[in-house]
Structures are given as C-alpha cells and as structure tokens.
C-alpha cells in the first residue's frame, strides 16, 4: 500500500511537488514569524524588566540611533565631557544617573578575544543597571580593576580569563541573555575602559580632536524619581547642551510600532501563502476525483476494500502534507535566520532567540497543522473514492 | 457450481438491458459470451463479477448467494475469486509492467510466493524484457498481455475477461488465447466476452446475448453479425 502510494506520488511529481512547495513555503513562513515574533516580545519583555533606565543621554553630534545605543551590539565611539554627569545627577526629578564609556576590542589583535565587540566601561559607584543582569546575583560587589562582566554571546559561564586589549582580565560573571547588544559587550570599571582606550594605539583616532578619554563618557543612563516629569527632565538636561535625550520607554514603544507592523504584514504574507496552499490542496485533491476514477475503480474491482482505498486517497495526502511541513520547518529556520539578520541590519532591537521548546512545539503544531488540512482536503475524495462503484472500471475511458 | 446467475435483470433508465439471464459455469469450464455490440455483455460480466448491481435476480459462488451482500462482503469475494480482463488495457500509469502485474499482491499483500508469481507470469506472457517499462511505453498487445498476467496473479478460480484478444495481431491474440486455455486447464472456470469466433468456438458453450437474452448459440453463427 506504501509503495503503491510513493509510486502514485512519483508519477504525479509535477503536481505533488507544486503542493508540497506550497506546503513547505506556507510552514515556513509561519514558522519564522512566529519564532520572530517570539524573539522580539521576549526581548521587549524582558528589556521592559531589566533596563531600569528612563532616559539614555548621548552626545550631540552622535548620529547613532538611541534603539543602536540601547540595543546593537556594534562598538560605538561617541564621547562627551565626563562632568555631565555628576550634574544630571544633582538634578531635581532625577533619582541615579550612571555615566558609561564605551570602547572596543580589536579583531587584529593577537591576543584579544578575536571580534570587534563594544567594551562598556561602568561607574561602579553609580550603576545599577548592570547588577540586574548578573546571573543569581543582586548584590553582587562592584567589579575590582582586574574584573570584567562579559555579555552571554561573548563566552560562556565556564571562562575564567580573558585577554583584552593585550591585558588579562578575570571574569566575575556572565550576563544573562537579553536579547539586547549587552549579550555582545564587555563591561569593565570605566577607569580601566579609559586607560585602554589611552594606551591603545588603533584606538587613538576616535578621540582625534578631543579630550584626554579620562574626561569622557559616551552615554548617561538616567533613572527619574516616581513623581518627576519625564519631558521636563529632559528639558533641562538638553539645556546643558551639546547632548541629545531619549527616552528609553519611547524608544522601546518606536521599535515595538515599527516590528508590530513588520510582523503583522509578515503574517498577513504568511497567512495568504497558507490560504493560497489551503486552496491549492482541496481543489487538488478534489480534481483526483474525477481523474482517477478509473484508477481507483480499479482498485476496488480487483477487491481493495472501500475503506482501504480512502486510507490510500488519505495517504497521498497527507505524504505530500508531511513531506511539504518537513521541508517547511527547515526552510523556516532559515527564513527566521535571514529574516532576523535583516531586521538586525535595518534596526537594532531587544531580541531574545526564542526558547528549544517553543520551537519544537511550534514546529509539531504546524506539521500536525498542516497533516490535518492534507485530511481535510483529503476528505471528500476519500469519501467519494469509497463509494465509486466498481463498475466504473468499466466504462471509464481517461484511465492513465 | 462455481458460479450461478438466476433471472439476471437490469435496466438503464427505461430501457432494458438484461432480462431472465441465467447462466452457469463450472470449474474447468469455459464459456463464451457473443453478441452484437450494445447488447449489454460487458454490463451482464460486470454484475456477474460483481461490479454492478442487477436489479433483479441472484448470483451464487460455490452455491451461496451473493447478489444481496454489501460492498465489503462483495469486495472480498472479488479479491478471493475473481480476476479481470477488461475491454481497455487498465493498467496503472504510475507502475511498471512488473509492479502491474504485482499491483494484486502490493493491495493484498506482497509475500515471496506471489512475486514468484509474477516472474512467472512476466516469462510466460513474453513480457520479461519489458519488466520496468511503463504502459505508455507498450504495444496494445503488450498491454492487453499485461492485464491478463495482473489477472492471474492471485490464481483466481474465476477468469472474466471482456473482448481480452480484441484489437490485437493474430501473434498477440494467440499468446492471450492460449493463456486463457491454461487457466481453463488449471482448473479455473473462465467466462469470456468476444466477438472473435475463431476464439468462442473454442470454447465448451458458446453463448448468444441478443435483445437482453442470453441463449445457447448451438446453431451456426453468421460470423459477420456478431
């Protein structure tokens, strides 16, 4: 019987391969917009949680966006005087601001950790946003000279050492995944992040024309008191001028419009591929009625029961189903791949790789999804090929 | 008694096909059933094989009655007994001229001994160089030998075969005829449908189906009336 219908299968290639693709593409689509949209409610979610920051202070000329800053991973090289600092600190409606410098590792480097990654170098006397990502660890002492934070792409829990920059470091902690750049930076304490990037020849040319780096800071993190307005906080911090405010919250809500949009119209894209294969399996499966007729009275004159011949019509269905869903699955992880690595290179945004579980379940529901529209469509014309009189074999004359 | 038909009847709409047919074959027996074209042969070889329903009348295998059992019952019975030849070559597009021939054994199960079988047969009717050729790929009397070796695959003890040497060369009808012979000399009872005299005086009753009645064509038959 499985022969029969892997053979049946063969010879109708043309047709069975044009509704496996439509399978495969309608499987895969929706798979990768919903591992997509998985990630991206996981990382706002949590970013929502975690962040802690009000607003982000960048300097001026900074033609970074604040999503890039908040978000990407890449090394950003923008600085502005360190005194700003201490005087958001002292500013009314402002609850802590923590100054952050950023600088990077060199891919050439013989001795580095081998990429480009963003060093952040943070006041352990201001921060607060980094503890809440150590992993178990709320009350974790501030890090030591010799001590860094690594994000979780950068190494894993079991590294004790690093070599950054020519200069050994131990690692007090891994971050927990954020979906955020922080997964791909090194925090360090900022005195150590500045003399780095002082005593670091390549690194020279990003203060080209500016202060010694002991006298910068490339963002301020700023947390508001409960009853402070947000706007008039921002106020008058831009009247220090020469700085640029986000607000981290309006920030988060841009991104969350802009991915609300790109997802629905990517399942609005995915739901007609589904619709459009839906249509394509029950017209399919209904023209084999009348065309096989002959085939399948056939069947039944030589004696196959009428039930087996619906389970041979099912058959064919739901081979073609499974093969198609199979496929799919596969093609959606490399269109969640694809798709996620140009959303990253159009925007920087908190993204959490959706969980094993999830995608496994996600991927069993969309087989069996997809196995019960191949018995769906398969239905009627099992039904209808179970109640063909045998006879027909006689009188049908478009027998293949 | 392998096979009994009493007082067969059937009708298209208004017009009645069959009427008071009775008909009997034996074991080792073979009959064959002549008329002009349109006289319902095909459609009297079709209800006795099951295929259709009669509106009137009852068919008995080996003595019980079996025009009153359902589709199930009826399928079985055809599975059990019978083996066809129909008037068009029906072979599966999609198989090879060994996997037609198997295509009884790939539905009822496929056991060494009837893939044996089918090397048998694919010998016997000439057809062992044509063993992964598709029906497309055949000569009419290729197919219709196909047919006839897919038939006999399950040694039915029951042979219908409607105009099985019809259309073909006088080589190729030879090969068919002589195989119907074989099953006949097998044991097996073997009703044919033909217009081909030389072939139905071969046979051990020749039977004529004229205006819906079936009687014995004991008399000389005008050969170009039929």
């Not at chain 2, 099951?50 to 009852?58: F, H, K, R």
Request: with cysteine; charged share 20%.
């Amino acid at each position: 019987m499985i022969q029969l219908i892997l053979r049946s299968l063969q010879y109708r290639k043309g047709r069975v391969l044009a509704l496996a693709l439509s399978v495969m593409l309608s499987t895969g689509l929706l798979f990768s917009v919903f591992l997509l949209r998985e990630g991206l409610l996981g990382g706002l979610g949590k970013d929502e949680d975690r962040l802690g920051a009000d607003l982000l202070v960048v300097p001026a000329k900074s033609e970074v966006a604040p999503g890039e800053i908040l978000y990407g991973g890449a090394p950003q090289n923008i600085y502005m005087p360190a005194e700003l600092v201490p005087e958001i600190q002292q500013m009314a409606g402002v609850s802590r601001a923590a100054g952050q410098f950023f600088t990077q590792t060199l891919t050439e480097d013989c001795c580095d950790v081998g990429e480009s990654l963003r060093l952040v170098g943070i006041d352990s006397t201001s921060d607060w946003v980094s503890n809440a990502w150590r992993k178990g660890n709320s009350t974790a002492q501030p890090l030591k000279p010799d001590e860094i934070l690594v994000g979780s792409k950068v190494a894993s829990a079991n590294l004790k050492h690093l070599f950054i920059l020519g200069k050994l470091f131990r690692v007090a902690g891994v971050l927990e995944v954020s979906g955020t750049g922080l997964d791909s930076s090194i925090l360090m304490d900022i005195k150590i992040a500045r003399q780095l990037a002082k005593t670091t020849p390549q690194l020279q040319e990003s203060f080209a024309g500016q202060e010694n780096p002991d006298t910068l800071v490339s963002a301020v993190l700023v947390k508001l008191e409960p009853a402070a307005s947000q706007a008039v906080v921002q106020q008058r911090i831009r009247s220090l001028g020469d700085v640029q405010v986000f607000s981290a919250a309006e920030t988060r809500k841009h991104i969350q419009r802009e991915f609300t949009v790109l997802l629905g119209l990517l399942f609005g894209i995915s739901g007609f591929a589904a619709a459009v294969c839906i249509f394509q399996l029950f017209v399919g499966f209904y023209e084999q009625v009348h065309k096989r007729q002959g085939e399948w009275g056939l069947y039944l004159a030589m004696g196959l029961e009428p039930s087996r011949l619906a389970l041979l019509v099912w058959g064919e269905a739901v081979s073609i189903c499974s093969v198609g869903s199979l496929g799919g699955l596969a093609a959606g992880v490399f269109f969640y791949r694809y798709g996620l690595a140009f959303m990253e290179n159009y925007e920087a945004f908190p993204f959490l790789p959706p969980s094993v579980s999830f995608s496994l379940f996600t991927g069993f529901a969309l087989f069996l999804g997809f196995i019960l529209l191949g018995t769906l469509a398969a239905l009627l014309p099992a039904y209808k090929s179970s109640r063909l009189s045998p006879g027909i074999v006689m009188t049908r004359s478009d027998f293949s | 008694m392998l096979l009994r038909a009493e007082n067969i009847e059937k009708k298209y709409g208004k017009e009645t096909i069959l009427h008071g047919i009775h008909l009997s074959l034996e074991r080792g027996e073979l009959v064959a059933i002549t008329g002009a074209s349109g006289n319902g042969k095909t459609t009297l070889l079709s209800i006795l094989g099951l295929l259709q329903e009669a509106d009137a009348g009852a068919i008995f295998l080996d003595g019980k009655e079996v025009q009153s059992l359902g589709n199930t019952q009826k399928a079985a019975l055809r599975r059990q007994y019978m083996g066809f030849v129909f008037q068009r070559a029906r072979l599966v597009g999609a198989l090879t001229v060994q996997e037609n021939i198997l295509l009884p054994a790939w539905l009822f199960g496929k056991t060494a001994a009837r893939k044996k079988r089918g090397e048998e047969l694919l010998k016997i009717f000439g057809l062992a160089a044509k063993t992964d050729f598709f029906p497309a790929q055949l000569s009419q009397g290729q197919l219709r030998r196909t047919v006839l070796a897919r038939a006999l695959l399950l040694e039915p003890a029951l042979l219908l075969a409607d105009e099985p040497t019809n259309d073909l060369d006088e080589v190729s009808a030879g090969t068919v005829w002589r195989a119907i012979q074989q099953v006949r000399t097998a044991g097996a009872g073997v009703l044919l449908v033909t217009h081909d005299m030389q072939y139905a005086r071969q046979a051990d009753r020749m039977l004529l189906l004229e205006k819906g009645a079936l009687r014995l064509a004991d008399t000389p038959l005008d050969d170009k009336k039929i």
